[in-house]
């Protein structure tokens, strides 16, 4: 029937013919909707200095506000948003807003902001980062930067060119994921990171059976000390991660075990608070996996 239709293939995208290309329009729809009205909203998930036991600050996660009150998360709508050519401007916002946000905590917190490669074709992102500081008062050593792999792969000497200004502004630059993709160790040596985040992969395959998981943390953790990176490990879930990190002797955690992500509104004066009293820990009886 399709080929009976010949050129005249408007049929091909009747709802009932294509309900992924439907529901594909629907999400461009709604993430056009929320640029235009300004619907997106930021979670923060809080990071723990390890050994000292308190908060160092949060990553600002964006998620879209669906139709029916739940909220879609960025792996669904930010690849689209890029294709879009729309990130540029949902980028900014979030920029703006998570240095807007931080600049009302205490002053020894930090904010980290995920950016898209996208976001660095145009050529001008040093200069959006520095209009957000500066919008919000907020001191660039108080915003940190994470960038994944595929930022990288690109390689090109603009790309190096902006993330050497971002880090003479005196912005953070923290590689993201890390060990997730096929060749994270090559970049260490091509961009002085301020800090690297060890990927929740490795935390959930500790508490499995072939525990050799542990050493290449360790080795991680190790690697970054020499190379004077920071390290923190994401996706802490359970009180033996927790526990083999308190051993591990990295400098950050962060995962549910220590705070989900939450939303802005939910982040006032009184859960600053409680979050600078204590880090939740990890029970002494917990088995240790090293
Ligand atoms: P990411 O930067 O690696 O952020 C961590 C993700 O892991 C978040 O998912 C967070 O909710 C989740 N997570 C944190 N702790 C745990 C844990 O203990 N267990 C498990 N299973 N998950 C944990 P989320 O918020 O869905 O974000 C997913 C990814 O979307 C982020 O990964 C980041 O790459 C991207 N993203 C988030 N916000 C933005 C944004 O504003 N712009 C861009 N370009 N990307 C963003
Ligand atoms: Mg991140
Ligand atoms: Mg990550
Ligand atoms: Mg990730």
Not at 247 to 253: E, H, I, P, T
Request: proline share 5%.
């Amino acid at each position: 029937a399709a080929k009976a239709a010949g050129r005249n293939c408007i049929r091909f995208f009747l709802p009932e013919m294509d309900t992924e290309l439907q529901a594909r329009i629907e999400l461009e729809r709604a993430i056009r909707d929320a640029v235009l009205n300004d619907r997106f909203e930021l979670h923060y998930q809080p990071l723990f200095e390890i050994s000292q036991r308190r908060l160092a600050g949060f990553e600002a996660l964006i998620r879209m506000p669906a139709a029916d009150g739940t909220l879609i998360p960025p792996l669904t709508f930010i690849p689209v948003a890029e294709d879009l050519r729309l990130i540029d401007k949902i980028g900014a916002w979030v920029l703006r807003e998570a240095c807007r946000t931080a600049a009302t905590w205490p002053a020894h917190l930090t904010v980290a902001v995920n950016l898209s490669p996208v976001q660095f074709v145009a050529g001008n992102i040093g200069d959006i980062v520095a209009a957000a500081l500066k919008d919000a008062g907020l001191a660039a050593h108080r915003l940190e930067l994470e960038i994944t792999e595929s930022l990288l792969l690109g390689n090109t000497e603009t790309i190096m060119a902006q993330l050497r200004t971002l880090k003479t502004m005196g912005v953070a630059i923290v590689m993201d994921d890390f060990g997730a993709g096929y060749s994270s160790l090559s970049y260490l040596w091509r961009f002085p990171f301020d800090k690297i985040k060890i990927d929740r992969a490795f935390m959930q395959s500790l508490d499995g059976p072939h525990c050799q998981v542990g050493t290449v943390v360790k080795a991680i953790i190790a690697l970054g000390r020499e190379l004077r990176m920071r390290v923190t490990v994401e996706g802490v879930e359970t009180a033996n991660q927790a526990a083999f990190l308190d051993a591990a002797n990295g400098d950050q955690v962060q995962g549910f075990f220590f705070g989900r992500p939450i939303p802005a509104s939910e982040l006032g004066a009184s859960i600053l608070a409680e979050f600078e009293k204590a880090m939740p820990r990890a029970s002494p009886a917990t088995k240790l996996h090293l």
